[in-house]
């Protein structure tokens, strides 16, 4: 059973930042595609931001750059840094992987979830 584990969700007013980190199993950061999806109430979950093994990132254009995906190699953690956050980035944060590294773009089909962690930002 692979074990994504997401932390570092919170409440901040817009503007403000957050930094969303995700435990994963070696094999991940090592070889195959992660990333971060969100799902507000209502809606569908979509893809943030992905990242291979080779470090080929992929971020939603909609975003305008306030969103960094990285990963530490030695922690075995995926990070996802939010910037000057508005309400409408207000959603559940869900940590994702797949074995295959190829086609790592942001709406990739995850094989595995995290429980996800919750972010809300109030104007």
């Known amino acids: 059973q692979v074990r994504l584990v997401e932390s570092g969700g919170g409440s901040v007013q817009a503007g403000g930042s957050l930094r969303l980190s995700c435990l994963v199993p070696?094999?991940?950061?090592?070889?195959?595609?992660m990333g971060w999806f969100r799902q507000a109430p209502g809606n569908k979950r979509l893809g943030v931001a992905a990242?291979?093994?080779?470090?080929?990132?992929n971020y939603d254009r909609s975003l305008d750059g306030r969103f960094t995906i990285s990963k530490d190699i030695a922690k075995n953690t995926l990070y996802l840094e939010m910037f000057n956050l508005k309400p409408e980035d207000t959603a559940m944060y869900y940590c994702?992987?797949?074995?295959?590294?190829?086609?790592?773009?942001?709406?990739?089909?995850?094989?595995?979830w995290g429980q996800g962690t919750q972010v809300t930002v109030s104007s």
């Open positions: 070696g094999f991940y950061i090592h070889s195959g595609c």
């Open positions: 990242i291979n093994y080779y470090g080929d990132i």
């Open positions: 994702a992987a797949r074995d295959e590294w190829r086609g790592c773009v942001t709406q990739f089909d995850p094989d595995y």
